[in-house]
């Protein structure tokens, strides 16, 4: 099965269709969104999740309002929709990112019809400019694949993933696995060691699910294992998405991904962080003081879900006093990132190297 997109407009029915995550890998749902409070829950319930996809849900969601506007101000509603759909998860950029892209295409000079054509225009596009972010991100990662495999003999090259930075995280073909489909594609041998990432386990109920749906030969392992696998030669690279990066290029990544990062360094394997430009905030230059880290409710914790009989049940885990600590990102220092994985090339994971291909963001002084 090839890559057929997470997320998509209807227009006869004018709303938006994704895949309901919260239900894989046992039910494939598509689910209806047609307000703003539904796009919020979508995001805070991870019906939709992976910071690209957030992005672009958001983009339709300002678009959703703006078709819904039935008061007297449509301006100040609009900055009203931005700010609630900005509070629905603090750490993933795109989210702000597309919310502010959407207020500045709308404009007090336009009736509201034209305003809500432009938001609607605004969200296809960043959706489509997410799907050439994600195709060249992966021709850029095909490279450090090949090149890996070149000195393999055959033997298929091992990567390593946390989380799920695939297309169910984006619209099509992913960040960390684009160059993984596309080495695929190429008939280069490889095999993907896929984190479990509690406590949501995206990638055993996610990325598991994305690659075998594509045949890719891949082994799903606790998160503990990483150590231990790269101890032993089993791995050969590491690569994961991010949610933010700083423009020195410290990358927020799913709670656990500062672990392997440290693994990988004390192994000598290389980590890398694909992300398209929209995931950088190019106003922070320090990761672990500045990039918000969501908690997110101990219940994800504490109950896990799972399919007995036929039927999706979920089951507390621990004893019912304990209590528990819910971090959903950590910070992995720019001096453990082997390199940036971008829509433009591959760079060193600091100012220098990001600014060099993307010199238009280059800060100025006033
Ligand atoms: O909490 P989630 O599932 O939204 O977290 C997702 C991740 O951490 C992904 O690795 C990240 O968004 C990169 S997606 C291409």
């Known amino acids: 099965m090839g890559n057929p997109q997470t997320i998509w407009f209807n227009p006869q029915k004018k709303l938006v269709e994704t895949i309901d995550q919260r239900y894989l890998p046992f039910q494939n749902l598509i689910i209806e969104i047609q307000t703003l409070d539904e796009v919020r829950f979508a995001i805070t319930e991870m019906v939709v999740r992976g910071a690209p996809l957030i992005g672009v ?68 596009s960043l959706k489509q400019r997410e799907i050439d972010f994600s195709k060249k991100i992966g021709k850029f990662g095909l490279e450090l694949i090949r090149s890996i495999s070149e000195k393999k003999n055959g033997k298929p090259v091992q990567i390593l993933t946390h989380c799920n930075a695939g297309r169910l995280a984006c619209v099509e073909l992913g960040t960390a696995t684009a160059p993984i489909y596309l080495a695929r ?16 386990n995206q990638g055993a109920r996610l990325t598991a699910w994305e690659l075998g749906e594509a045949g890719i030969p891949h082994t799903v392992i606790p998160d503990n294992t990483g150590g231990h696998l790269m101890q032993h030669q089993l791995v050969d690279m590491v690569i994961v998405g991010s949610d933010r990066t700083t423009l020195n ?50 219940r994800e914790v504490s109950m896990m879900e799972g399919l007995l009989d036929d039927k999706v049940h979920e089951f507390r885990i621990l004893p019912e006093k304990s209590p528990v600590a819910n971090y959903g990102f950590d910070v992995t220092p720019a001096r453990l990132v082997t390199g940036l994985i971008t829509e433009r090339g591959v760079c060193k994971a600091t100012k220098e190297g990001i600014l060099n291909l993307f010199p238009e963001k280059t800060p100025t002084d006033d």
Do not use: C
């Open 57 to 124: 849900t958001a983009a339709y969601g300002m678009y959703l309002a703006a078709l819904n506007f039935s008061g007297s101000n449509f301006q100040d509603e609009m900055k009203r929709a931005a700010d609630w759909l900005k509070s629905s998860r603090p750490t993933a950029v795109n989210l702000a990112f597309a919310v502010d892209e959407a207020l500045a295409v709308i404009s007090e000079e336009l009736t509201i019809p034209e305003n809500i054509h432009r938001l609607l225009n605004n969200a296809e």
């Open 185 to 200: 594609e190429a008939g280069i041998p490889i095999h993907v060691w896929v984190d479990e990432t509690r406590p949501r």
């Open 249 to 298: 290029g410290d990358v927020a990544n799913k709670i656990g991904t500062y672990l392997k990062a440290l693994a990988a360094a004390d192994n000598g394997i290389p980590f890398y962080v694909a992300l398209p430009s929209t995931t950088i905030d190019w106003t922070l230059s320090d990761g672990l003081s500045e990039i918000p880290v969501e908690q997110r409710d101990g």
